[in-house]
Nanobody, 121 residues
Framework: VQLQASGGGLVQPGGYLRLSCAAS????????IGWFRQVPGQEREWVSC????????FYADSVKGRFTISRDSAKNMVFLEMRSLKPEDTAVYYC???????????????WGQGTLVTVSS
């Protein structure tokens, strides 16, 4: 079971980035998958997640209306489109998966490596 995150980079405030998370070794069917982020020295926070079983999605209040999570089932990938980026969105973003909602919010069983997003002028 592997998750591979990509798509981070440097972007100006107000800009756009799309993060990708590719799953291998398992299919994303019947999983909760999404994104956490962490700033060095701060606690990790969840950003967004979706259930591949029923399509339900959740967003942290800090990103609601700006970020969109989606899935490409054929490619076994999940994406996070980030618009109107703010300096406070700067963090290392991690994709994570768990078979259960409770598990995902508490401590996902599968993690990808982080991808750094820097929002700065």
């Amino acid at each position: 079971v592997q998750l591979q995150a990509s798509g981070g980079g440097l972007v100006q405030p107000g800009g756009y980035l799309r993060l990708s998370c590719a799953a291998s070794g398992f299919t994303l069917d019947y999983y909760v998958i999404g994104w956490f982020r962490q700033v060095p020295g701060q606690e990790r926070e969840w950003v967004s997640c979706l259930s591949t079983k029923d399509g339900n999605t959740f967003y942290a209040d800090s990103v609601k209306g700006r970020f969109t999570i989606s899935r490409d089932s054929a490619k076994n990938m999940v994406f996070l489109e980030m618009r109107s980026l703010k300096p406070e969105d700067t963090a290392v973003y991690y994709c994570a998966a768990d078979p259960l909602w409770s598990g995902w919010f508490k401590s996902p069983t599968s993690w990808g490596q982080g991808t750094l997003v820097t929002v700065s002028s």
